[in-house]
């Protein structure tokens, strides 16, 4: 108050800490929510499945094609490769969860070599995509 | 210390223009690359090293895909329908018991998660997976 009333004369300024406060609780919210999920760059036709539950902390997303491709991080990748991006990505994040994105058409032999591939990386907690129906 | 300014007429202000730049260009990035995933999915087990055998037989409820996407609970062909059912039977002869769901390499994925799915919704606590070697 001390301020304006000596500038008085010369211009008029705009309060502008209640901005800041919003401006800073925006960033603090975006900076806890962020996850930086790893999209896998393709979206196989999911399965749908009754007992299906919400991820929100699934961040290392892996998806098989129809035609038994591993696609991770937008390129597809080959079995032998998922175990060092795994880790990779587990040392970017200690607490990342896997959620593989099967298609239904897809072998379930490669899904398992996959979950098998993903727990030696170091991630236990894995789960299969699915759409929840009912 | 405030008095002192006064009477010097001028008052020592922070700059705090090039935080708010900073603090905005951070707010902007956050906002660009926050992307809100919801993706839905089924947990499942998967028995690393233990093979099946490990367990007693008795509290394992074994549930068989062939190659042909066909099911088989103790040997008997049963449709993915049923599966639940027969699930929920063998749940109230043994209530500890573990559903394992071995599956051949070629059946579908969804045909597993169905299963996976189908046993979740009879009530067992534990699926695994296992393949069919």
Aim: aromatic share 4%; proline share 4%; hydrophobic share 45%.
């Amino acid at each position: 108050m001390t301020v304006q009333r000596q500038r008085e004369e010369d211009e008029i300024e705009i309060n502008i800490t209640p901005m800041l406060d919003i401006v800073f609780i925006m960033l603090i919210f975006f900076i806890v929510t962020t996850s930086f999920v790893k999209e896998p760059g393709i979206s196989p036709q999911r399965p749908s499945a009754e007992t299906a539950v919400e991820k929100t902390r699934g961040n290392v997303l892996i998806a098989i094609s129809q035609t038994d491709q591993i696609w991770m991080d937008k390129r597809s990748v080959e079995l032998n490769q998922v175990r060092a991006l795994v880790e990779a990505a587990l040392a970017e994040n200690p607490e990342s969860s896997a959620v593989i994105i099967a298609d239904s058409q897809a072998n379930s032999g490669i899904l398992i070599d996959l979950m098998d591939q993903i727990r030696l990386g170091g991630i236990g907690n894995i789960s299969i995509a699915a759409e929840p129906s009912g | 210390m405030r008095r002192r300014q006064r009477r010097g007429d001028d008052e020592a202000q922070i700059n705090i223009t090039p935080m708010l730049d900073i603090v905005f260009i951070m707010l902007i990035f956050f906002i660009v690359t926050t992307s809100f995933v919801k993706e839905f999915g089924v947990d499942v087990n998967r028995p690393s090293s233990a093979p099946i055998e490990e367990q007693r037989q008795s509290e394992v409820i074994a549930v068989r895909i062939d190659q042909n996407d066909q099911i088989f609970i103790e040997e008997r062909l049963i449709d993915v329908r049923a599966v639940r059912a027969n699930i929920e039977s063998g749940l109230a002869v043994q209530p500890e018991a573990t559903v394992v769901v071995i599956a051949d390499r070629l059946a579908d994925a969804g045909l597993l998660v169905r299963v996976v799915d189908q046993a979740r919704v009879a009530g067992a606590m534990q699926v695994s997976l296992a393949a069919a070697r």
